[in-house]
């Protein structure tokens, strides 16, 4: 089916330490996957994308690790801060432009 | 401001009525999507648009719901004849062709009703 799930639903870290936010998809013709960053009252946020033909890409403090064998996805942010804490959706497209999101997992950052 | 605008922010209105919102999108993008929203969850793809072109629609999208974008610029998502379950953040987004992942969202228009 079209499902893009995720492992934990919220998530708390310690500021400075790194997040790994988790990502399963179930639908292996997934060809292309994005993340998205929502603060409180705001729309989604693009934040990086990998295409299937890739198995991790880094930004700016962050990577995303595409497991293809296991169909899993996962948002690395180094030395994690304050202004991180948001919800964070994985995303995918199957070749077509429609953009399927998961639930979303809550990012915490403790102080 | 340059990003996507979307009009009301808020919207309450009493079951039946008949709601529209509307979508600016960034200028120079000639895609622009409509997704739902609700408390806890995802955005839920509705529709989307390429130039003025409708090219698909969710099968969860009942009859009820119309989007148009009759100049290839700004979108309205009408709802007509409103259900409670009808309430959520509606939002719009735009892209550029050939970036198909780099959505830009609006802020959304929050419907309530009663």
């Known amino acids: 089916g079209e499902s893009v799930g995720l492992h934990l639903p919220t998530l708390s870290v310690q500021e400075g330490d790194n997040s790994i936010i988790n990502c399963a998809y179930s639908?292996?013709?997934?060809?292309?996957f994005i993340w998205y960053k929502q603060e409180s009252g705001k729309g989604p946020q693009f934040i990086i994308d990998i295409r299937s033909n890739m198995d991790k890409r880094q930004g700016q403090r962050v990577t995303v690790l595409l497991n293809k064998t296991v169909k899993h996805l996962s948002l690395q942010i180094a030395a994690t801060q304050p202004g991180d804490s948001a919800v964070y959706f994985c995303a995918e497209t199957r070749g077509d432009d429609k953009i399927i999101f998961g639930k979303g997992t809550r990012l915490h950052i403790l102080p | 401001d340059t990003g996507v605008s979307q009009d009301p922010r808020h919207k309450i209105t009493k079951r039946g009525q008949n709601v529209t919102f509307r979508c600016d999108p960034i200028s120079e993008h000639n895609r622009l999507y409509w997704y739902r929203q609700t408390l806890g969850q995802g955005p839920e793809f509705l529709t989307y648009f390429q130039n003025e072109a409708q090219l698909e629609k969710s099968r969860l999208l009942s009859d009820r719901f119309s989007a148009e974008r009759p100049k290839g610029s700004f979108s309205t998502l009408e709802i007509q004849r409103t259900e409670q379950g009808d309430s959520a953040m509606y939002l719009c987004?735009?892209?550029?062709?050939?970036?198909?992942?780099?959505?830009?969202f609006g802020e959304g228009s929050r419907l309530t009703v009663l």
């Open positions: 639908n292996s013709a997934s060809d292309y």
């Open positions: 987004a735009s892209s550029f062709s050939g970036r198909d992942g780099e959505l830009f």
